[in-house]
């Protein structure tokens, strides 16, 4: 059974940092494309960033670009997405998933991350 838990997320001012957390079992996150998605208040779903299974190839939305990072640790099956310079327009519920956003083939339940301004 595949599972993926996301932490990190929480209340920070803007300007902050976090660093969201997405805990893999039932697959190798090296064996898939893995990424972040996200749905702030009252919005669609819009992709964050994604790396693909080789770690190759890493996208990022334009909205984010220069300020998140996604990363993988194999040894611990775990990736992570780095947000620094948070602004308040990124706070929404953010997702890891396994496969490419929008057609991805598991997620996790989601961690809240809110940015005061």
Do not use: H
Not at 74 to 83: C, D, E, F, W
């Amino acid at each position: 059974q595949v599972q993926l838990e996301e932490s990190g997320g929480g209340l920070v001012q803007a300007g902050g940092s976090l660093r969201l957390s997405c805990a893999a079992s039932g697959l190798t996150v090296s064996s898939y494309a893995m990424g972040w998605f996200r749905q702030p208040p009252g919005k669609e779903r819009e992709f964050v960033a994604a790396m693909s299974r080789s770690a190759t190839t890493i996208t990022y939305a334009d909205s984010v670009k220069g300020r998140f990072t996604i990363s993988r640790d194999g040894a611990k099956n775990t990736v992570y997405l780095q947000m620094n310079s948070l602004k308040p327009e990124d706070t929404a519920v953010y997702y890891c998933c396994a496969g490419w956003f929008p057609a991805y083939d598991y997620k996790g339940q989601g961690t809240q991350v809110t940015v005061s301004s």
